[in-house]
């Protein structure tokens, strides 16, 4: 079955890190670019990051730049999104996407951020 999985979401402070996997399942995760995205409540959905197949390009939007890293382990079919210094404008369910041809979506996981 191709699908792919989202967890590590929660609640955190302010200031707090998480990291998000995503696993895939059913297609070659290696020879796929993966993105992160988020659809914060009453907003759109918006691209967060995205890795190269190989891991030899990564790109981020600029409200998370230096603060998410996005990573991937090709031998456990697994993206990951490190996220740090997490701000409440972060809140939002978080998605990844695999670049099928068409897109390949994941349910999401919830990411809250408050004290």
């Known amino acids: 079955q191709v699908q792919l999985v989202e967890s590590g979401g929660g609640l955190v402070q302010p200031g707090g890190s998480l990291r998000l996997s995503c696993a895939a399942s059913?297609?070659?995760?290696?020879?796929?670019?993966m993105s992160w995205y988020r659809q914060a409540p009453g907003k759109e959905r918006e691209w967060v990051a995205v890795i190269r197949s190989n891991s030899s390009w990564r790109n981020y939007a600029d409200s998370v730049k230096d603060r998410f890293t996005i990573s991937r382990d090709n031998a456990k079919s697994t993206v990951y999104l490190q996220m740090n210094n997490l701000k409440p404008d972060d809140t939002a369910v978080y998605y990844c996407?695999?670049?099928?041809?068409?897109?390949?979506w994941g349910p999401g996981t919830q990411v809250t951020v408050s004290s």
């Open positions: 996407k695999a670049d099928l041809g068409a897109p390949l």
């Open positions: 059913g297609f070659t995760f290696s020879s796929y670019s």
